[in-house]
């Protein structure tokens, strides 16, 4: 099975923009959890989709936005860019039953830039 | 909400040796699930290991194991005859049972450095 498929891999953008990063989940599983990684806050969860819903939300702000569609593909969407937001982001796909169900696996990452 | 503290934010160790990273973590409630991830050089969040609350054995996974202390709240792993590939950053994860949805929440990190 393909593991967690996240894209772009890097991304510069510029300050006031906006940003989508994409996440395809290992095939079956339907819960995709976000989360950002910076070296002063560590990891933080943004979000989690299950079967297009959202079911948890971190504590960001409004510019910080997801979906899940209904292949379970998720995407993530950062409007009004700040110098903050550069961070690495994480997705984590969980299948949610089975003997693997309480595990999540995670993508690679898109490492954001904002300048 | 759930804390989870990593009070070690380096800890080096020879190769073949044993090291040991603590984590404690803040919850009222009853069943969750604890988990340690690594985090190499590639950033890649690889599962080392994960425990059940409810479940009193602890878990091991090869040369990792865990001492899980439930009324304490902690939770340490235990790496045995350390490899040069161990080396990479640590994090213990808490993570609600029940249907709650599917969320971690990440202590601050330990990093290992394996010593030749």
């Known amino acids: 099975k393909a593991g967690v498929t996240q894209t772009p891999r890097y991304l510069i953008k510029t300050r006031g923009q906006q940003v989508t990063l994409s996440c395809s989940p290992i095939?079956?599983?339907?819960?995709v959890s976000w989360y950002q990684q910076t070296p002063g806050q560590g990891l933080q969860f943004l979000f989690e989709y299950f079967s297009e819903t959202q079911r948890n939300k971190g504590n960001f702000p409004g510019r910080f936005s997801g979906r899940q569609f209904s292949n379970s593909r998720s995407e993530m969407n950062v409007s009004t860019l700040e110098l903050g937001d550069s961070a690495l982001y994480l997705c984590a796909s969980s299948p949610w039953s089975g003997p693997r169900g309480t595990e999540a696996f995670f993508g690679q990452g898109t490492r954001l830039t904002v300048v | 909400a759930q804390t989870v503290t990593q009070s070690q934010p380096e800890m080096s160790v020879q190769e073949a040796e044993t090291v040991t990273l603590s984590c404690t973590y803040d919850?009222?409630?009853?069943?969750?699930?604890l988990f340690w991830y690594k985090q190499p050089p590639s950033r890649q969040m690889i599962l080392v290991i994960r425990?059940?609350?409810?479940?009193?054995q602890n878990a091991t996974e090869n040369r990792f194991s865990v001492n899980f202390q439930k009324a304490a709240k902690s939770f340490s792993l235990k790496i045995s005859d350390s490899q040069l590939g161990d080396a990479a950053m640590y994090f213990c994860a808490y993570r609600s049972a029940g249907g709650k949805g599917y969320k971690l929440s990440f202590g601050a990190g330990t990093t290992v450095t394996v010593r030749a």
């Open positions: 919850t009222s409630e009853s069943d969750y699930y």
């Open positions: 425990q059940e609350a409810y479940k009193q």
């Open positions: 095939s079956g599983h339907r819960s």
